[in-house]
């Protein structure tokens, strides 16, 4: 049986990377994500790659262009000298 998505878990577009957001609200066929400089955003199950160790893998090719896009500057406000 899959491990359940629930809020507060941190969202990836690739293993490894850093997070791009966390689970706020989860239903039966999506979930809401938050996306830092970006918003909430719903993303249909289907994008599921992986569940693992409280983080959700996400399916870019299954992603709206928007969400994509909020993806690609989520780290922007960022101090690139701190780890």
Do not use: W
Request: hydrophobic share 40%; with cysteine.
């Amino acid at each position: 049986m899959p491990v359940p998505i629930r809020e507060g878990f941190d969202v990836f577009v690739h293993d490894g990377d850093k997070a791009i957001g966390a689970v706020r609200k989860v239903s039966l066929r999506d979930f809401i994500v938050y996306v830092e400089n970006g918003g909430d955003f719903l993303v249909p199950m289907s994008a599921v790659k992986e569940i693992e160790a409280d983080k959700v893998v996400l399916d870019c090719t299954k992603l709206q262009h928007r969400l994509r896009n909020a993806i690609g500057h989520a780290h922007e406000g960022e101090d690139p000298n701190i780890p």
